[in-house]
């Protein structure tokens, strides 16, 4: 079985001459050299934008939960706006989002005026100790995300400066090099010291069960199911609209029926130009993809491993020459890799564990927003109430007055 949908396997053999030799164009022109034209796809654009209220927030809040004693004073915060980039100010942002901070007043020294400060509200603390639980209970997937990254890198090795700045893409906690790699000296050893530049975590021991990808497992799948040895294949779809060049397709055609190159096979022997290659960096990409939380992963983010899993300068456009494979967003003017066949419409289909973290978050968000608006709502009411009550007081009043009018002509 060669493609995942008889659709496509149609697709591309409506544009093949019967006449046509079969090559893989011998790569005789560079692989940079076959376009596509960048198409932007909305659904997958607003799965990124759905996501930029909550991770605003989680900006904030991380900046308060740095500071010493975890407590700021607000007009500190306030000048470090720009810094975080929140368009509004902290006032706004607390009365919009009422359930992340308490606000009290202190002193910062000894006989001062009282400034007002922000802690972490008693409702974020629960969310806070309710991720460190989830942390706990998947602990086991943590290990084999960190255990597979290192697996895919050359010399299984990856700095840990680097993973530290994809901790949020892949779910790790944010002490995940301090707390959880010294509990597992078999997996690990972490050389020099985080935050210095100059560190790395190294694999210890290779684990085949982790070094299978998941389009392998996904083929494993299919053969148990039925019966019939179904070889590893990545899904290509493109979406209604989306039309490529005819050489293209029949390149693209020819690519998906070369051998799948797992991601964690020793590639030190292939050419970077070689279709060999080309297929084991897609293969790179379509598993840190599917190991990420939400299935996609800013492209600055994943040019800072270039040198760890072999990636060319010119990577990127791996995004836009297998568009069935992967979608190039460039929502925010930030570049982002998102997998296909991770999402329908704009809503992911199979979700990470670890995925509970930020959806904790959003119902926090999202009910504090409920409590907002009934606020606002009886304020509204309230005031309505009251020019009812003037209204009617007025009405009684002119009344009276037509009434007495009324009297005195009669008299």
């Not at 659709?7 to 164009?25: E, H, P």
């Not at 934008?49 to 007009?75: F, M, T």
């Not at 790395?200 to 070094?211: K, M, Q, T």
């Amino acid at each position: 079985m060669l493609f995942h949908s008889p659709n496509i396997s149609s697709y591309f053999n409506a544009s093949r001459n019967s006449t046509s030799v079969r090559v893989w164009l011998n790569f005789t022109a560079s692989i940079s050299s076959l376009k596509v034209v960048w198409r932007k796809d909305q659904k997958l654009d607003q799965a990124i934008h759905n996501d930029k209220s909550w991770r605003q927030c989680a900006k904030v809040i991380k900046e308060v939960l740095n500071e010493p004693g975890q407590v700021i004073p607000l007009r500190y915060l306030e000048k470090r706006r720009e810094r975080l980039r929140l368009p509004i100010k902290i006032e706004t942002f607390l009365s919009r989002n009422p359930l992340l901070f308490d606000v009290y007043y202190d002193r910062i020294k000894p006989k001062t005026e009282p400034f007002k400060f922000l802690r972490v509200s008693d409702r974020l603390q629960r969310v806070l100790d309710e991720n460190e639980r989830i942390y706990v209970e998947n602990e086991p997937l943590i290990v084999a995300k960190l255990c597979k990254l290192l697996m895919m890198s050359k010399d299984n090795v990856v700095s840990a400066d680097k993973l530290m700045h994809v901790k949020r893409e892949f779910g790790f906690p944010n002490d995940f090099l301090e707390n959880l790699v010294p509990k597992y000296p078999d997996y690990f050893r972490l050389i020099g010291n985080p935050g210095e530049g100059n560190s790395f975590l190294e694999l210890v021991s290779w684990n085949p069960r982790f070094a299978k990808s998941v389009i392998e497992h996904r083929a494993d799948e299919e053969s148990e199911l039925t019966g019939i040895k179904i070889r590893p294949f990545f899904n290509w779809k493109l979406p209604s609209g989306f039309l490529i060049r005819k050489e293209m397709r029949e390149w693209i055609r020819d690519w998906m029926e070369g051998p799948y190159i797992s991601p964690y096979d020793d590639a030190s022997n292939l050419d970077q130009a070689s279709q060999e290659m080309e297929k084991r960096t897609v293969g790179v990409f379509h598993e840190l993809l599917s190991l990420s939380l939400y299935k996609r992963i800013p492209v600055p983010i994943l040019g800072k491993f270039t040198e760890e899993y072999r990636f060319s300068n010119a990577f990127s456009s791996v995004f836009t020459r297998h568009s069935g494979i992967f979608y190039m967003s460039l929502k925010g003017g930030i570049k982002t890799a998102m997998l296909r066949e991770a999402y329908k419409g704009d809503e992911l289909i199979d979700r990470d564990p670890l995925l509970q973290v930020n959806d904790n978050f959003v119902e926090l968000l999202a009910e504090g927003r409920r409590q907002r608006d009934e606020q606002l709502n009886l304020q509204k009411q309230a005031v309505k109430n009251d020019v009812d009550v003037v209204s009617m007081r007025n009405s009684t009043l002119n009344d009276l007055d037509v009434t007495e009018s009324e009297e005195v002509y009669s008299s």
